[in-house]
C-alpha cells in the first residue's frame, strides 16, 4: 500500500511539474505527452525504488568502497565546494544540469556506486525540490494573467502560473539539483572522517566538526530506529486506513522523540568511556595530492566557471 502511494505521489509531482513548465511553451499535444511521460516515469522511480531506505543507511559503507578513494579527499572537497559555489551564481540552468550529469556520472561510473542506490539517495531531494518548484511556479492574482489560471473559491481570484514563475522555477530546481549533484559526490566518494580531517587542515573550528560528526552519526540512529519502530507498527496493522495510520505516525514520531534523548545520553556515555577529552581523533590515512586528480579537478571547474560566464543572463522556454 506505501509503495503505490508512493508510485502516486511520484506521478503526480512529476506529471505536474512537466505539464506546468510545457504549457503553452510547446504544441498542445507534446506538452500532454511530456507530462504523462514524466509522471509514468516518476510514479515507476518512486514505486520501485523508493521504498527502501538502505541506500540511505549505507552512504558511508559506498564512500569506504568508492573507486575515487585514492583520491586526496582535500582534492575532492575544493572542486566539490567551487562546483556547488558556480551552480548557486549561475543565472542559466543550463550549467547546474551539466554538472549533476557530469557529477552523476563520475560518481557512479569512476567511484562505482550502484546505480540503483543513487537514484534511491537521489528520489528524496528530488521529491523536495519539485514541491518547491510548484510553489514558485503558482501565484495568486485577482484577474487571470497567467499561463495557466485556476479560479479560487469564494471570489478569491486565481491561482496563475506565470512566465516570470516558469523561470524562476525552473532555475531554482536546476540550482538545487546541480548542488545535491555535488554534495553527493563528495559524501559518496569519501568517509566523513577524511572530509572532517580535511576541514581540520583547513583550519575550520573543532566544535563545528565535532558538531558535523555528531549530527551525522546520530542522523543514522534516528533513522534505524524509525525503521525498526515503522516495522513493528506495520506488522502490527497499524497503518490500516487514514486514521490509524495517522494515530500510528504520531505514536512513533512520540517515541522516537523520548528515545533520541535517551539514544543521545548513551552516546555520550559511551564517548566518556573511551577517554573522551572535548576533541575526536580519527586514524586516517595519508593520501598525497596526485597532479593528474589536481588537473582533472581543476580543468574541470574551470570549464563549468567557463559554461556559467558564456550563459545568457536571461532565458525563456
Excluded: N
Excluded at 49 to 77: E, F, M, N, T, Y
Excluded at 160 to 173: E, K, Y
Excluded at 265 to 290: I, N, V
Amino acid at each position: 500500500m506505501k509503495q503505490i502511494a508512493k508510485a502516486l505521489l511520484g506521478a503526480l509531482l512529476c506529471g505536474a511539474f512537466a505539464f506546468l513548465l510545457l504549457w503553452q511553451a510547446v504544441p498542445d499535444w507534446a506538452c500532454w505527452l511530456g507530462s504523462g511521460l514524466s509522471a509514468l516515469v516518476g510514479g515507476g522511480l518512486f514505486g520501485a525504488r523508493g521504498h527502501s531506505h538502505g541506500g540511505v543507511l549505507h552512504i558511508d559503507q559506498i564512500a569506504q568502497r568508492s573507486g575515487l578513494g585514492d583520491v586526496a579527499p582535500g582534492c575532492k572537497l575544493a572542486g566539490s565546494l567551487a562546483a556547488l559555489v558556480l551552480c548557486v551564481v549561475s543565472a542559466s540552468p543550463w550549467p547546474p544540469l551539466a554538472a549533476l550529469c557530469c557529477l552523476a556520472w563520475l560518481t557512479v561510473k569512476a567511484g562505482k556506486t550502484p546505480l540503483g542506490r543513487y537514484v534511491d539517495l537521489l528520489l528524496l531531494p528530488a521529491s523536495f525540490v519539485a514541491l518547491s518548484s510548484l510553489v514558485l511556479l503558482m501565484d495568486r492574482s485577482p484577474v487571470p494573467q497567467g499561463l495557466l489560471d485556476l479560479p479560487l473559491p469564494g471570489g478569491l481570484g486565481y491561482l496563475s502560473a506565470t512566465q516570470a514563475g516558469r523561470q524562476q522555477a525552473v532555475l531554482t530546481a536546476c540550482r538545487a539539483m546541480g548542488g545535491v549533484g555535488c554534495l553527493y559526490f563528495l559524501s559518496l566518494t569519501t568517509p566523513m572522517h577524511e572530509i572532517m580531517e580535511a576541514l581540520r587542515r583547513l583550519r575550520v573550528p573543532q566544535v563545528v566538526i565535532e558538531l558535523m560528526v555528531l549530527v551525522y552519526r546520530f542522523l543514522f540512529v534516528l533513522l534505524d530506529r524509525q525503521q525498526r519502530r515503522s516495522t513493528a507498527a506495520d506488522a502490527r496493522l497499524g497503518y490500516q486506513g487514514l486514521g490509524r495510520s495517522l494515530r500510528t505516525y504520531g505514536q512513533v514520531s512520540a517515541g522516537l522523540l523520548a528515545d533520541a534523548f535517551r539514544r543521545a545520553s548513551q552516546c555520550y556515555d559511551a564517548m566518556e568511556a573511551r577517554c573522551y577529552d572535548g576533541q575526536m581523533r580519527f586514524l586516517t590515512q595519508h593520501k598525497p595530492l596526485r597532479a593528474r586528480h589536481a588537473a582533472v579537478a581543476c580543468s574541470g571547474v574551470a570549464l563549468l566557471g567557463l559554461l556559467v560566464w558564456l550563459s545568457p543572463g536571461r532565458w525563456s522556454l
